[in-house]
C-alpha cells in the first residue's frame, strides 16, 4: 500500500491526513528531509504560503523536495501549496519552488471575509461538481504547454491544474467530506508506482 507523505510544518495538514485516512491510505507527517524516504506522494497543505516557505528553508528541505519532485514523486499542493509549487508569482514573494509550470497570483479572491465556496466541474472527477471551498485562495494567472488544466471558474481562470505527476488546486478539498480530489492524486501515485 502506498504512503503519502503530508508536509506538517504549518497549515491543515490533519485535514489532509484524515481523507487520507477515510481512503484507507497510510499517510506520514513531513517535517524534516529524512522523513521524505520510503514515501510514494507528498501533499503540501493549505496555510499561509509565505510562512510554509520559510519553514521549507529554515528546515533545509527545499533541495531534497524538488529533487525528489524532479526525480518523479507525485506532489499535490492545495490552495498556499498551489503557490509553492509555481515556477512564477505575480507578487514579489515567497519565493516558490519551481516545479510547475504556472504563474499564480496569492490572494486574488481578497483577504479571508471574501472566501467562498462553489460547485465546479473538475476533468477527471466523476460525478456531481465538486463543492470547492476558497479561502484567500490564488489563481492560476497563466501556464505553459505542458499543464492540463482541470477546471476553472467563470472569469476563466485555471484552480485546478495537472502537469504530469504534479497536481494544484487553488481551493480546500480537504475541508470537505468529498475525497474525490483526494483520489484522483492517489490514482496519480498508483499511476508513477
Do not use: Y
Amino acid at each position: 500500500m502506498p504512503t503519502v507523505g503530508v508536509l506538517a510544518i504549518q497549515g491543515d495538514f490533519h485535514e489532509h491526513k484524515e481523507a487520507l485516512l477515510r481512503l484507507g491510505v497510510n499517510s506520514r507527517e513531513i517535517r524534516v528531509r529524512s522523513h521524505l524516504s520510503g514515501i510514494d506522494g507528498l501533499i503540501i497543505p493549505g496555510g499561509e504560503s509565505t510562512t510554509i516557505v520559510q519553514l521549507i528553508d529554515k528546515f533545509q528541505l527545499r533541495d531534497t523536495l524538488i529533487d525528489e519532485v524532479n526525480s518523479g514523486l507525485p506532489v499535490w499542493g492545495t490552495c498556499a501549496g498551489m503557490i509553492v509549487l509555481a515556477n512564477r508569482l505575480t507578487e514579489s514573494r515567497p519565493s516558490p519552488l519551481n516545479l510547475m509550470d504556472i504563474e499564480v497570483s496569492r490572494n486574488a479572491f481578497g483577504r479571508q471575509i471574501h472566501s467562498f465556496e462553489l460547485d465546479i466541474d473538475i476533468a477527471g472527477v466523476q460525478g456531481p461538481p465538486f463543492p470547492a471551498i476558497f479561502i484567500r485562495a490564488p489563481i492560476v494567472k497563466n501556464c505553459g504547454a505542458m499543464v492540463k488544466i482541470l477546471a476553472s471558474i467563470e472569469n476563466g481562470f485555471p484552480v485546478a491544474v495537472r502537469q504530469g505527476h504534479i497536481l494544484a488546486t487553488s481551493f480546500h478539498p480537504e475541508l470537505t467530506n468529498d475525497d474525490r480530489i483526494h483520489r484522483l492524486f492517489m490514482d496519480i501515485v498508483e499511476g508513477s508506482g
